[in-house]
């Protein structure tokens, strides 16, 4: 494979949300969390659906379940590498996608989630599948200011 291939084998998503980074790292580590965003618009991932086990050689299972004819869509994943709250990195075991996420802690309390991930199949890399994942992330921003205005009214993030 020549480096072009190799670079369009890569995709990056890069997203700034209005939650500080411990909350936003936790919100990618429990289950309870992943089930209000996980997934592009007009697909939910059930809480029994999910399956997080965040340490080196741990379990990242998830089915996606279409909203509309309940078509599943699993995701099975083993974790490389976990620094909390800073990295998290998993390895899809159909796929061999690997995806690196950091967390960046920004000045104003805000944090900047930068997704590369490597080794992706061309069907993920088609533009329609890239604006489903940019979905996925609006969809966790709303979680995330969900949140804040729970706690804003006296319940814990």
Do not use: K
Not at 18 to 25: Q, T, Y
């Amino acid at each position: 494979m020549n480096d072009e291939a190799a670079e369009a084998a890569e995709l990056t998503y890069v997203r700034v949300f209005d939650a500080p980074r411990e909350l936003v790292f936790r919100c990618m580590t429990e289950p309870e969390r992943l089930t209000h965003f996980w997934g592009p618009l007009g697909v939910s991932t059930p809480l029994e659906n999910i399956t997080v086990d965040p340490r080196p050689g741990g379990a990242f299972e998830t089915v996606m379940v279409n909203d509309g004819d309940g078509s599943q869509y699993p995701m099975r994943a083993r974790y490389v590498e976990i620094v909390a709250p800073e990295l998290l990195a998993w390895v899809d075991t159909d796929t061999g996608t690997t995806t690196t996420t950091t967390f960046a802690a920004l000045d104003d309390g805000r944090t900047e989630v930068r997704i590369r991930q490597a080794n992706v199949p061309a069907a993920f890399r088609d533009p329609a599948a890239r604006a489903g994942f940019a979905t996925s992330l609006d969809r966790f921003a709303g979680y995330l200011q969900s949140l804040a205005s729970t706690h804003h009214r006296g319940a814990p993030p």
